[in-house]
């Protein structure tokens, strides 16, 4: 056992185990502290360079809500080679908050956004009629300002952006950005009222004070993710049936030009990871997903044209696999969540750390 096993092992914590391609260290497996499943992985890194992961704690089954959910996390102040101890960092009392996102603003502070289901309410079961209230599956905000530590009271944003006559609405789980001129994004899943299913953008200008909805992005569309690029063009990526659907937009995340099919994105209609890269003079879209039409396969890709066109896709785990999100890291390697098993995708949240030289080799 290395020395810094041998430390990890004493203090109880997980340690990262070496390849070629970096390392990786599980943080949450199925039935660790009487939860069913730990599923939905979120990741950030802050301005102290801190990251912090969340994840579901499915307290009784692998379902979504309105299932008892919690919000558990954990935080790593040495890129994600050790972690500290999970913590639930919120429950309620009845219902359940699931499907976390992670979005670090100019300022430095650290939003969560999560779903909140109050008894009986998920996507599939929540009503239209109204805002807010008892038979509405809300879009609740908490934030930190200090690495993690506290996190403020959630705030209920759903008034602010459901139209009454949807039946639901949610936050896309993973990672989400702020663009240059400060707006914060934030991807959303809409069943309108004739129960057609959208990826949209809420967003705020005034560092959420308050927000609004943007327009449908493409039919059929489903959980999302977004980047802005060097001109200021918003790229959406979007899971749908089949491969991922690609749409631009030049107003800041707002309204978007018609949505295409990327044919290289083979996608297994699950959430996916993307990012914008900067570091020693290279600059890239990376993307991860699980690369296959079933659950397996969490690969990575990068491009230089934007998301134009990609890299071959590089095998992180080949078995089964779900959910993924993807940072860069302040050191230039990379940083990928994500769901993986060796009989079912969820089984276990993973974070490995990518070496630059493989991810953007060969």
């Known amino acids: 056992m290395t020395r810094r096993a041998a430390l990890a092992a004493a203090a109880g ?17 199925r039935g660790e502290g009487g939860v069913h499943t730990y599923r939905i992985p979120a990741l950030i890194e802050t301005r102290g360079g801190a990251l912090l992961a969340m994840a579901d704690a499915r307290h009784e089954s692998d379902g979504d809500l ?14 994600g080679r050790r972690w500290s101890a999970g913590r639930t960092v919120h429950a309620v009392a009845e219902g359940g908050a699931g499907d976390a996102s992670l979005l670090l603003d100019a300022g430095g502070r650290v939003w969560c956004f999560f779903a909140y289901g ?6 599939r079961t929540a009503k239209p ?36 006559g949807w039946h639901a609405m949610f936050a896309t789980s993973g990672t989400h950005f702020a663009t240059a001129g400060g707006r914060l994004l934030v991807p959303m899943v809409v069943l309108d009222g004739e129960k057609k299913m959208s990826a949209r953008n809420a967003y705020s200008d005034d560092r959420g ?11 059929v569309s489903d959980e999302s993710k977004v980047v ?40 297994a209609g699950c959430n996916a990871g993307m990012a914008r890269y900067r570091h020693g003079g290279r600059e890239a879209l990376l993307f991860t997903n699980a690369a296959s039409r079933k659950r397996e396969n969490v690969s990575i890709r990068w491009s230089g044209d934007g998301g134009r066109t990609w890299s071959r896709a590089k095998t992180i785990h080949a078995g089964p696999a779900a959910y993924s999100t993807v940072i860069p890291l302040r050191d230039g390697s990379v940083g990928v969540l994500y769901e993986r098993g060796e009989k079912l995708s969820t089984e276990r949240i993973t974070f490995a750390r990518l070496r630059a030289e493989w991810v953007f080799g060969g």
């Open 129 to 164: 009629g109204g805002v807010t209230g008892a038979g509405v599956l809300q879009l609740h905000a908490m934030w930190s300002d200090d690495e993690g530590a506290t996190w403020s009271k959630p705030v209920d944003l759903t008034p602010q952006i459901k139209e009454p």
């Open 13 to 29: 914590l997980p340690c990262a185990r070496g390849e070629e391609w970096g390392e990786q260290v599980d943080l949450w497996q």
């Open 228 to 267: 802005e690029l060097g001109d200021g063009t918003v790229v959406q990526n979007m899971r749908s049936r089949g491969n991922r659907l690609v749409a631009r937009s030049r107003d800041g995340g707002v309204r978007f030009d018609a949505a295409v099919e990327d044919a290289a994105l083979v996608d």
């Open 66 to 79: 309105p299932g008892r959910i919690s919000l558990v996390m954990r935080k790593s102040v040495d890129g």
């Open 209 to 219: 004070k308050t927000w609004k909805m943007g327009a449908a992005i493409a039919a």
């Open 118 to 123: 109050p008894p009986g309410i998920g996507f």
